[in-house]
């Protein structure tokens, strides 16, 4: 019988693991491996339930000799628990032995404010200075911090966590919000000028 161990790793150990300047290097590496077909990953499946959904969505990159699957739940009623929750396992493609499970949640938020930032990367005018959000969740935090925007306009239904959000950047990353743009809509009208696309 096989003594290894599989690894329990909790959030906070994955928080003092992953800087932001890691995962956005991480998250575009993924990016470039998954165009150069050095990825096997197949659509995410979908589990619905009354009040949300399970996500889980399995990769294997045989350059790292790693597979992995991530379950992620999005029950957006929830108000003691996170909106958004997740799981990591990661095997070993050889024997399938499970090496780790890890708490997703904070990778699921970091991984996806990389994705944007390196989006912001590459189809950003250079000049820009503004970033525009639409909706207030964990989502702007961690984008904000591997892009660094001069101002945040954000768009939320949710008063309460625009505030909260508006708080966040102006703390952790010195970015000033826009309070006009901290209600249900946005006149786009009124931001002419400072830099927020039209769509």
Partial sequence: MSSRETYLITRSEVKKALTMADAVAAVEAAFRAYGDGKVQMPPKVY???EKGDLRSMPAYLPELGLAGVKNVNVHS??????TVMATMTLFDP???FPLAVLDGTYLTAVRTGAA???AAK????EDSTV???VGAGRQAETFCSCLRPAQALICTAAMLNGEKVSATLLKS???ITNKKAIFRSVNI???KGLGVPEC
Avoid at 77 to 82: E, F, I, K, Y
Avoid at 122 to 125: G, K, M, Q, S, V
């Fill in 94 to 96: 050889e024997t399938g």
């Fill in 116 to 118: 944007g930032g390196i």
């Fill in 122 to 125: 590459y189809l950003a005018r």
């Fill in 47 to 49: 589990l619905g339930f």
């Fill in 173 to 175: 990353f010195g970015i």
């Fill in 131 to 133: 970033a525009a959000f």
């Fill in 189 to 191: 009208e009124e931001h």
């Fill in 77 to 82: 009623a929830n108000t003691d628990l996170p």
